[in-house]
């Protein structure tokens, strides 16, 4: 059974930064997801288990940085110059396989955390 455990959302001004920390039960490919209310959920960023290969959104691209520490099976999701636009649920996600951008290609979920940025 694979675990995802999502913490560090929270309230922030625009402009402002905040970490996300996922911790997995074991090591996969990655990704991070997100919600607004009424929208589809949206590809943000994904990093295979090895870090060969790092993908980002282009509406994240240059303020928010994928990153992991295999030994603690963690992932973080850096978010810097945040938007009221970035409001939304962000999910960690993870797949025994490569990663992607498709949200089909996970088949395991976080339970999300909360984003809100002010303006």
């Known amino acids: 059974q694979v675990q995802l455990v999502e913490s560090g959302g929270g309230l922030v001004q625009a402009g402002g930064s905040l970490r996300l920390s996922c911790a997995a039960s074991?090591?996969?490919?990655m990704a991070w997801f997100r919600q607004a209310p009424g929208t589809e959920r949206e590809f943000v960023a994904a990093?295979?288990?090895?870090?060969?290969?790092?993908y980002y959104a282009d509406s994240v691209k240059g303020r928010f940085t994928i990153s992991r520490d295999n030994a603690k099976n963690t992932v973080y999701l850096q978010m810097n110059s945040l938007k009221p636009e970035d409001t939304a649920v962000y999910y960690c996600?993870?797949?025994?396989?490569?990663?992607?951008?498709?949200?089909?290609?996970?088949?395991?979920w976080g339970q999300g955390t909360q984003v809100t940025v002010s303006s």
């Open positions: 996600a993870a797949n025994r396989g490569s990663a992607g951008s498709s949200s089909s290609g996970y088949p395991y």
């Open positions: 074991g090591l996969y490919a």
């Open positions: 990093i295979t288990w090895s870090l060969s290969s790092i």
